[in-house]
């Protein structure tokens, strides 16, 4: 997809029970989840396919690549370059092997080094209130995706490419920053109701501590907020105020009459405290 079609706002569906999910909207606070604390085993666990290094020819243009990189330090440690060329090529060619270190290996510095923030492209998802916003109870929060992206707290963001089959990234791909996004911004067809946008950030050289992972965003990167269809009134009541105190749109949700599974929002009209 390219920029120019990214949706113009990004939502986070929170509850409104417990300091850390109210504070998106009281302090501006995103938190950047590493992988292995997602509900999806499959997400962030997609790899170079070893086994693409089929043909001796291949295997030889792989070594060739990693010695040509790394030359000048092999030479300058005193490297036996034809020793090193076996070594590679013995490696590479056992693609059992070599695909089970790999994985070990990155998905552990994955968990360590990657804050992923998961929002969504649309805010009447049902099974998103559902799974997200406390059974419809809590509220959903809207982000203006180009300010969002531009804010540099990220590295990188995008909507997530779903498929039923993974795709195929090969030890050849040089382009680090396209095999990188389809690492992170690909997942099965099962999960395409979420219309996922991610932004994500690459802590390095040191791991992050859970207070590492808390972005602060600016107040102009909020566009609005929705209160969910069965927010309890004094809850509502908060979230109104708030929005209202800091000038933020507020909708709130209702069942369409006679719809299907559909909801439709309105905006609860008020003056903003700034006048607008």
């Given at each position: 997809m390219k920029v120019e079609d990214y949706p113009?706002?990004?939502?986070?569906?929170?509850?409104?029970?417990?300091?850390?999910?109210?504070?998106?909207?009281?302090?501006?606070?995103?938190?950047?989840s590493a992988p292995k604390?997602?509900?999806d085993p499959f997400d962030c666990r997609i790899l170079e396919n070893w086994s693409l290094l089929n043909t001796p020819e291949k295997i030889a243009e792989y070594v060739d690549g990693v010695l040509n990189r790394h030359m000048k330090k092999?030479?300058?440690?005193?490297?036996?370059?034809?020793a090193e060329r076996k070594r590679i090529t013995e490696k590479v060619s056992d693609h059992k092997t070599i695909q089970k270190e790999e994985e070990e290996l990155l998905f552990k510095q994955q968990d360590i080094r990657y804050g992923i923030l998961s929002l969504s492209a649309r805010w009447d998802s049902?099974?998103?209130?559902?799974?997200?916003a406390d059974f419809h109870k809590g509220y959903c929060i809207g982000f203006f995706e180009e300010k969002m992206r531009n804010s540099e707290l990220f590295g990188k963001g995008g909507p997530v490419s779903y498929s039923t089959k993974f795709p195929e990234i090969s030890p050849l791909e040089t382009n680090i920053e396209a095999k990188s996004f389809l690492e992170t911004h690909s997942k099965a067809n099962d999960w395409d109701y979420e219309k996922e946008y991610r932004l994500m950030k690459l802590f390095y050289p040191n791991p992050p501590s859970d207070k590492?992972?808390?972005?602060?965003?600016?107040?102009?990167?909020?566009s609005e907020?929705?209160?969910?269809?069965?927010?309890?009134?004094?809850?509502?009541?908060?979230?109104v105020d708030l929005c209202k105190?800091?000038?933020?749109?507020?909708?709130?949700?209702y069942k369409v009459p006679f719809g299907i599974c559909k909801s439709g929002r309105q905006f609860i009209n008020f003056r903003f405290a700034n006048g607008h």
């Open positions: 113009e706002i990004i939502y986070k569906y929170r509850n409104w029970t417990g300091e850390f999910n109210k504070n998106v909207l009281l302090k501006n606070q995103l938190y950047l604390d997602f509900n092999l030479i300058a440690e005193g490297y036996d370059i034809d049902i099974l998103m209130w559902s799974h997200y590492d992972r808390i972005v602060t965003i600016t107040d102009d990167c909020i907020v929705i209160i969910g269809l069965c927010t309890p009134e004094d809850h509502k009541k908060e979230i105190k800091r000038g933020i749109r507020v909708f709130t949700t």
